[in-house]
């Protein structure tokens, strides 16, 4: 799109492994049947989009509970969902090129969902980007477990199948980058969401999550960022950037619930 760069925010830190992980690479060898995803180097890593995954159905599912309208369920207002009316309607003003008029449909909370918005879906773009998690060690051996496949017709363990699949040791590091461009404070205070979760340990990435597999934690979040035609021209020639303190980003989550207080409040009037 064409849209101008209002700011850019750039969170940084690191995700360590509370337990083993393992998100498989779709390969396996002559002797494990699932391998760990790993880069050129042979190091494991974590894909940026499997951490972005997560951290979407995370944010998805508080979202709902507070009411802000994720579009999984509901059609009528989001324009992921709604092919007929809002697509069409957001078409059009694609067309036209009218600033303006595109902002007041991505900022109009019956016309795209607070989760879309921040995350983009087949229809708008996205406002963030998460790069490839890299190993911080030198190295990391990757061990093999053993698991039993399991039928999922019957939920009954297959004849032999025994299932092997490397992990990833635990505590492990991976270098966490998440960079966010043209985020409103109701962007700030969603993602607030979701990195609190991550903070606090409420985060499984990978396979054989229901068996506690794959517990990480964020830690040593740092948070930088510039904003505006000033901002962006001091980014350009120095490199400036101005920090934010993690405890004021966390902060912003209090807007969220107190707009939901309001919310119930106007319900109940
Ligand atoms: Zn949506």
Known sequence: MFEKLENRYFFTGKLVLENEMHIGSGKGDGTTDALVVKDFNEKPFIPGSSVRGVLRS??????????????????????????????????????????????????????????CRLFGSTVVASKIRITDLLLEEEKAEPSVRHGVAINRDTETAQDKAKFDFEVVPKESSFSFEL???????????????????????????????????????????????????????????????????????????????????????????
Request: glycine share 8%; net charge neutral; hydrophobic share 35%.
């Open 179 to 269: 960079i966010g461009e043209n985020l409103t404070d109701d962007d700030l205070a969603l993602l607030a969401v979701g990195i609190q979760e991550m903070m606090d340990g409420n985060f499984w990435l990978g396979g054989n999550t229901a068996r506690g597999l794959g517990r990480c934690k964020l830690k040593g979040l740092a948070i930088k960022y510039f904003k505006g035609a000033d901002g962006l021209k001091q980014y350009l020639t120095d490199k400036t950037l101005t920090s934010m303190p993690v405890k004021d980003f966390l902060n912003s989550i209090k807007s969220l619930v107190r707009e939901e207080a309001r919310y119930a409040q106007e319900d109940i009037e």
């Open 58 to 115: 995370t944010i998805e599912r508080i979202a709902a509970s507070l009411g802000k309208n994720p579009c999984l369920l509901e059609s009528d207002n989001c324009v992921t969902n709604s092919r007929d009316v809002l697509q069409k309607e957001f078409k059009k003003l694609l067309e036209k090129k009218n600033k303006a008029q595109i902002d007041a449909f991505l900022n109009n909370d019956s016309k795209i969902c607070s989760v």
